[in-house]
């Protein structure tokens, strides 16, 4: 099948990957509609992507050659040990890591950049709601107006409003833990000396009822340090979890902030403490931790992808693969597909199940890593692995399933 209109709401991973996947399949005109005015290249975060997982990727198109990426090898179990250990802690296991590390905003202008000529990036364009037959689907814009297409796809993320008219009935759950995340430039680690930390290795420390991961990122103006420190928050009440939302960077509150202090001080090897330390508040926030199945991830002509079809805990490493696997999913739909219906039920097929086994493998991991945390520190390297094997229960490994060809 060639021709046709396609409008895809969010222009984040899924989103711009999703154009691209579209333009390339044949689409006569794709529209991109982000709400955002700012810089989208300036998000700073970090996120990694398995190797096996961007090699498949890499041979599909769907994750461009030449975005840059720090290769990480080896995974660190650490715990504060104020026996025996020095200021690190004590490394009570280690584990194989094949995976690289991106920077959100580099990964970002590498997919955007790739969009073929037929995509139009519209920023600023808010979308209030859609609706659609089985013949064509339509956008209305904050601004008020509407826009008629023959399909749309949601890319919008985890409060998608094209996830509202395909699969009402699904919305994020709080996990009922939250997780500060910060970055900053990797040259501030020569203040504190040498902590033993190869660069291809991540780091997590580990503590009851929470976890930290740490790892090197690639930024604009060179390494940059990425941390996320998965832990319940203050037990006060008064922050409104319950509702998708979040606390961005230079707005997280006093107590959360507070909190944030004494987990470091109380549960962290010195020297992870002050790693963490050296981020400005600026570059740190929180985000609370959310799941979310979708039963479908199609009706009429609506297409759920990315985040908008399924948010998987980060603790599974696997989110924005995922998003590019869509994205190849759906150009392999709209190739081999004659009608528009076609195309809908075969990406359907490709994709429903895939997000759902994700989302429990990622709710173990989050049960093992936070809510219910072992006795790290009495495990040893046997213990540690047969942990691990019970939280993957039967998957092969993190990073997201291999796509079937
Ligand atoms: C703490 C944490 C760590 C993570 N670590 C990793 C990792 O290591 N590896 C990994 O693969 N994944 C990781 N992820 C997940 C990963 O970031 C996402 O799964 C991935 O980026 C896919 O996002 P998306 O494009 O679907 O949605 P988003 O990035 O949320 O993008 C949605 C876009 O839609 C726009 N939008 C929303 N609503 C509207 C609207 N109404 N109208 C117009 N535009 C709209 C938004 O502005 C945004 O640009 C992590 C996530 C978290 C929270």
Same mark, same amino acid.
């Given at each position: 099948?060639?021709?046709?209109?396609?409008?895809?709401?969010?222009?984040?991973?899924?989103?711009? +990957?999703?154009?691209?996947?579209?333009?390339?399949?044949?689409?006569?005109?794709?529209?991109?509609?982000?709400?955002?005015?700012?810089?989208?290249?300036?998000?700073?975060?970090?996120?990694?992507?398995?190797?096996?997982?961007?090699?498949?990727?890499?041979?599909?198109?769907?994750?461009?050659?030449?975005?840059?990426?720090?290769?990480?090898?080896?995974?660190?179990?650490?715990?504060?040990?104020?026996?025996? &250990?020095?200021?690190?802690?004590?490394?009570?296991?280690?584990?194989?890591?094949?995976?690289?590390?991106?920077?959100?905003? /580099?990964?970002?202008?590498?997919?955007?950049?790739?969009?073929?000529?037929?995509?139009?990036?519209?920023?600023?364009?808010?979308? #209030?709601?859609? +609706?659609?037959?089985?013949?064509?689907?339509?956008?209305? /814009?904050?601004? @008020?107006?509407?826009?008629?297409?023959?399909?749309?796809?949601?890319?919008?993320?985890?409060?998608?409003?094209?996830?509202?008219?395909?699969?009402?009935?699904?919305?994020?759950?709080?996990?009922?833990?939250?997780?500060?995340?910060?970055?900053?430039?990797?040259?501030?680690?020569?203040?504190?000396?040498?902590?033993?930390?190869?660069?291809?290795?991540? #780091?997590?420390?580990?503590?009851?009822?929470?976890?930290?991961?740490?790892?090197?990122?690639?930024?604009?103006?060179?390494?940059?340090?990425?941390?996320?420190?998965?832990?319940?928050?203050?037990?006060?009440?008064? /922050?409104?979890?319950?509702?998708?939302?979040?606390?961005?960077?230079?707005?997280?509150?006093?107590?959360?902030?507070?909190?944030?202090? &004494?987990?470091?001080?109380?549960?962290?090897?010195?020297?992870?403490?002050?790693?963490?330390?050296?981020?400005?508040?600026?570059?740190?926030?929180?985000?609370?931790?959310?799941?979310?199945? #979708?039963?479908?991830?199609?009706?009429?002509?609506?297409?759920?992808?990315?985040?908008?079809?399924?948010?998987?805990?980060?603790?599974?490493?696997?989110?924005?693969?995922?998003?590019?696997?869509?994205? #190849?999913?759906?150009?392999?739909?709209?190739?081999?597909?004659?009608?528009?219906?076609?195309?809908?039920? +075969?990406?359907?097929?490709?994709?429903?199940?895939?997000?759902?086994?994700?989302?429990?493998?990622?709710?173990?991991?989050?049960?093992?890593?936070?809510?219910?945390?072992? &006795?790290?520190?009495?495990?040893?390297?046997?213990?540690?692995?047969?942990?691990?094997? @019970?939280?993957?229960?039967?998957?092969?490994?993190?990073?997201?399933? &291999?796509?079937?060809?």
């Amino acid at each position: 099948m060639r021709g046709g209109t396609v409008a895809v709401v969010g222009g984040s991973i899924a989103g711009c +990957a999703l154009a691209s996947a579209a333009a390339r399949a044949g689409a006569d005109e794709v529209v991109v509609l982000e709400r955002t005015h700012g810089r989208l290249a300036d998000r700073g975060l970090g996120l990694c992507i398995h190797d096996g997982r961007a090699a498949e990727l890499a041979a599909t198109g769907a994750l461009p050659a030449g975005i840059a990426a720090h290769r990480l090898t080896r995974r660190r179990w650490v715990v504060r040990d104020d026996t025996a &250990a020095g200021p690190a802690g004590r490394v009570f296991w280690e584990q194989p890591f094949p995976f690289h590390s991106y920077h959100w905003g /580099l990964l970002w202008r590498g997919l955007r950049g790739a969009t073929p000529a037929p995509v139009v990036y519209r920023q600023g364009a808010a979308v #209030t709601g859609v +609706a659609g037959d089985g013949e064509r689907a339509e956008v209305r /814009l904050a601004r @008020g107006t509407a826009e008629a297409f023959d399909l749309v796809v949601g890319a919008d993320g985890y409060r998608s409003v094209v996830r509202e008219a395909v699969c009402p009935e699904s919305r994020p759950a709080y996990a009922g833990y939250v997780c500060w995340r910060g970055n900053f430039d990797a040259r501030r680690l020569e203040a504190l000396g040498d902590g033993g930390w190869p660069a291809e290795s991540v #780091t997590t420390v580990c503590f009851s009822g929470g976890s930290c991961v740490i790892y090197r990122i690639p930024g604009p103006d060179g390494p940059r340090v990425n941390w996320v420190l998965y832990a319940m928050p203050p037990q006060t009440g008064r /922050l409104p979890f319950d509702d998708p939302t979040s606390f961005p960077p230079g707005r997280v509150t006093e107590e959360l902030t507070t909190h944030l202090g &004494a987990l470091l001080d109380r549960e962290f090897p010195p020297y992870w403490a002050q790693v963490i330390g050296l981020t400005e508040p600026a570059d740190t926030f929180v985000q609370p931790i959310y799941d979310l199945e #979708t039963a479908r991830t199609t009706a009429g002509r609506l297409l759920l992808a990315g985040d908008a079809a399924t948010v998987v805990r980060p603790h599974n490493t696997s989110g924005a693969a995922k998003a590019l696997q869509d994205a #190849t999913a759906f150009e392999d739909a709209w190739r081999r597909a004659d009608t528009w219906d076609e195309l809908l039920r +075969a990406y359907q097929a490709a994709r429903g199940a895939a997000g759902r086994e994700m989302v429990a493998l990622a709710r173990r991991l989050g049960r093992g890593q936070v809510e219910q945390t072992p &006795a790290w520190a009495a495990m040893n390297h046997r213990e540690a692995e047969s942990w691990w094997q @019970g939280q993957l229960g039967g998957a092969a490994d993190i990073g997201g399933q &291999a796509m079937t060809p």
